[in-house]
T-cell receptor
Framework: NAGVTQTPKFRVLKTGQSMTLLCAQD?????MYWYRQDPGMGLRLIHY???????AKGEVPDGYNVSRLKKQNFLLGLESAAPSQTSVYFC?????????????FGPGTRLTVL | AQTVTQSQPEMSVQEAETVTLSCTYD???????LFWYKQPPSRQMILVIR??????QNATENRFSVNFQKAAKSFSLKISDSQLGDAAMYFC????????????FGPGTSLSVIP
C-alpha cells in the first residue's frame, strides 16, 4: 500500500496563478482532510470530506476550493494564488470507525507564492 | 469549540535523559481521543501514541508514555531514554466522539536532542 500520496511535492507560483494539489489514498478511508502548516501555528484545517461527493469548510477555507469526486482522491484548488498562501500543505485520511481513529498523513507539498 | 494548547514552543534534552512535553485542551465533550504526533525533518507525520478519554490507564508505547489528567484537561508526553532520532516537532491533537469529523492540533513543540 502506498498510503497517502500528494502531488506535487514542491511548487512555486506567481501571484494570481492557479493550481491544483492532488491527494490520493489507497486505504478505502471515508474521511479526507487538507491542512496547512505554518511556523508556530500547527496544522490548520482548510477543508475536509466525510465521504465521496461531500466537502465541508474547516478553519481557514478562504481562497481554496476542494472536490471529492472519487473516494480515493481529494483535490485542493487555489484559483488565484496569494503570497499569504505560501505554506506546507498536508493531506490526511482516516477511516469511518470511531474506534480506529488515527489520521494518516501524506508527505506534504511545499508551496511558494511569489 | 475545542482548543489545544502547547505552551512550550521549544524544548531540549540530553541524549539518554527524560523529557516531558506539555499539552492542555479545552472541550465540553465527555468522550474523546487525544494523540501525540511526531514530525521529523522529513515532514512525514507519524502517530506516537493515543489515549482514549474513558480509559483511566495512561497509554504507553515503548519509551513513550502519557500523563493524562482528565479533570485538569492535561495530556503530557514523556520520552524516556531520549535518542537522537527523537528530535522532531511534536503535535498534540484532539478528536471528539461527537465532533468526530475534525481533529484539532496544537501549535507544536520543537524538541532538540543534545548528544
Amino acid at each position: 500500500n502506498a498510503g497517502v500520496t500528494q502531488t506535487p511535492k514542491f511548487r512555486v507560483l506567481k501571484t494570481g496563478q492557479s493550481m491544483t494539489l492532488l491527494c490520493a489514498q489507497d486505504m478505502n478511508h471515508e474521511y479526507m482532510y487538507w491542512y496547512r502548516q505554518d511556523p508556530g501555528m500547527g496544522l490548520r484545517l482548510i477543508h475536509y470530506s466525510v465521504g465521496e461527493g461531500t466537502t465541508a469548510k474547516g478553519e481557514v477555507p478562504d481562497g481554496y476550493n476542494v472536490s471529492r469526486l472519487k473516494k480515493q482522491n481529494f483535490l485542493l484548488g487555489l484559483e488565484s494564488a496569494a503570497p499569504s498562501q505560501t505554506s506546507v500543505y498536508f493531506c490526511a485520511s482516516s477511516p469511518l470507525a470511531v474506534s480506529y481513529n488515527e489520521q494518516f498523513f501524506g508527505p506534504g507539498t511545499r508551496l511558494t507564492v511569489l | 469549540a475545542q482548543t489545544v494548547t502547547q505552551s512550550q514552543p521549544e524544548m531540549s534534552v540530553q541524549e539518554a535523559e527524560t523529557v516531558t512535553l506539555s499539552c492542555t485542551y479545552d472541550t465540553s465533550e465527555s468522550d474523546y481521543y487525544l494523540f501525540w504526533y511526531k514530525q521529523p525533518p522529513s515532514r512525514q507525520m507519524i502517530l506516537v501514541i493515543r489515549q482514549e478519554a474513558y480509559k483511566q490507564q495512561n497509554a504507553t508505547e515503548n519509551r513513550f508514555s502519557v500523563n493524562f489528567q482528565k479533570a485538569a484537561k492535561s495530556f503530557s508526553l514523556k520520552i524516556s531514554d531520549s535518542q537522537l532520532g527523537d528530535a522532531a516537532m511534536y503535535f498534540c491533537a484532539y478528536r471528539g466522539v461527537t465532533s468526530y469529523d475534525k481533529v484539532i492540533f496544537g501549535p507544536g513543540t520543537s524538541l532538540s536532542v543534545i548528544p
